[in-house]
């Protein structure tokens, strides 16, 4: 993921939750505001609660990964923050995959004029 297309500071993840809206399922959660701009930034977060140093790291490597899938079906313009629950530790690719494509959709995120890719 290009430096471009992430949210990195503390002040643009507050801005999201204050003026975003947010969707959840079991395992994550998306909160997503519009951001005036060609591209979409994306940030992950995972806390304490989901485990040691190296298990919050996998997890991010998941989603972003699962995320990267769905990425080209996307509209264009919005501030992506997914956070990991405590389920999401115990995900696999497969998992991660089906969550974010669940939220994208209840997001309402999918561009129409693409059909979102199907994976199994």
Known sequence: MKKSGRITKNREYKEVFQRGVSCATR???????????????????TSKKIGNAVIRNRV???L?????????????????????R???AEFDFKQAATDIKRLLQRGGLFDVNRLPAVHK
């Open 27 to 45: 395992g994550l959660v998306l909160y997503k505001a519009a951001n005036n701009q060609t591209i979409n930034r994306t940030g992950f977060i």
């Open 60 to 62: 991010k490597r998941l």
């Open 64 to 84: 972003r990964e699962a995320y990267r899938v769905y990425a080209g079906d996307i509209k264009t313009g919005y501030d992506l923050v997914f956070i990991a």
């Open 86 to 88: 405590l389920p999401a």
